[in-house]
């Protein structure tokens, strides 16, 4: 299984970056795809999921309305439109499957991770 995560970089506030995440190893349909992220000393927390119903998607607060998560099947790639970057969304990215059809926001439940991609909004 693996899970490789890019398109991360620096940014300026009020910016724009897609984040990428290619899968293989696993039936990439029957799998829901999430992103998190990490900032140094802080946890790993949830960004968003899409559903491997019907690609049904949930996001953060803190996200929502300015990051859009979506797949496509045929690529087995996940992404992460990021708009109106925040310095405060600074972290490393990591993409992550799991079968269930509605996962946990916590990262404990979910099955495979990708390596991570750095993300620095900064002027």
Do not use: H
């Amino acid at each position: 299984v693996q899970l490789q995560a890019s398109g991360g970089g620096l940014v300026q506030p009020g910016g724009s970056l897609r984040l990428s995440c290619a899968a293989s190893g696993f039936t990439f349909q029957t799998y829901s795809m999430g992103w998190f992220r990490q900032s140094p000393g802080k946890e790993r927390e949830f960004v968003a999921r899409i559903s491997k119903v019907q690609g049904l998607t949930y996001y953060a607060e803190s996200v929502k309305g300015r990051f859009t998560i979506s797949r496509d099947i045929a690529k087995f790639t996940v992404y992460l439109q990021m708009n109106n970057l925040k310095p405060e969304d600074t972290a490393v990215y990591y993409c992550a499957a799991d079968r269930a059809s509605f996962p946990t926001t916590g990262p404990s439940q979910w099955d495979y991770w990708g390596q991570g991609t750095q993300v620095t909004v900064s002027s």
